[in-house]
């Protein structure tokens, strides 16, 4: 797979196929693509926990203002690694660089930051993430199971998490809501 074929930084749209899964109605962030599979991170999927519960649990700061941050449901694999996707800014000590502008970290210290308000003022945090192994992700976006784009930041980040699987589809022109969850095949 060449560089050009990779869909890292890619949004990846759950079509209706997918109803029923952890992967219903998700917007998904790829951070990395290559021969070797795909790594990304739900960006849509809120869970019932909030950053203050993360801290609680970890010992941090009480008085964050990021408390009452949802935590997302990054995905199904590895569901109780933290995964901090985020605008670049600072030094971490175990970040991948996906852009010049976004970065995922996966390191304790990254989550020590923003429990003291020292953390980027841009970052989404979730427990888990989605992966591929080679050439599965291609054989599911061949079976219509996704649709492709390039990402926008702004919706990573801007964009409230309940409105980001429709603003990603309105990206492409599509009503999501008009997308039958059967497929066609002449």
């Known amino acids: 797979m060449s560089a050009t074929e990779s869909l890292r930084d890619h949004f990846l749209i759950a079509m209706p196929s997918l109803e029923g899964s952890i ?36 010992q941090l700061s009480r008085h964050s203002a990021h408390r009452s941050q949802p935590v997302l449901a990054g995905g199904p694999v590895n569901l109780e690694r933290g995964f901090v996707l985020h605008r670049q800014s600072g030094q971490w000590q175990s970040t991948l660089k996906i852009t010049d502008e976004i970065c995922l970290t996966a390191s304790k210290d990254i989550v020590t930051a923003i429990s003291r308000d020292e953390g980027p003022k841009n970052a989404l945090f979730a427990l888990g993430y989605a992966g591929w192994a080679p050439g599965q992700l291609e054989s599911e976006i061949a079976e219509n199971s996704w649709l492709t784009l390039p ?29 039958s969850s059967i497929a066609g095949h002449a």
């Not at 409230?160 to 999501?176: H, V």
């Open 151 to 179: 990402a926008d930041s702004n919706i990573i980040f801007d964009v409230p998490i309940e409105e980001r699987w429709a603003a990603t589809a309105k990206q492409l022109g599509i009503d999501m809501n008009l997308i």
């Open 23 to 58: 992967f219903s109605h998700s917007v998904t962030y790829l951070c990395d693509h290559s021969e070797h599979g795909a790594m990304g991170i739900i960006i849509n999927q809120p869970m019932d926990i909030t950053m203050g519960d993360v801290f609680d649990q970890l």
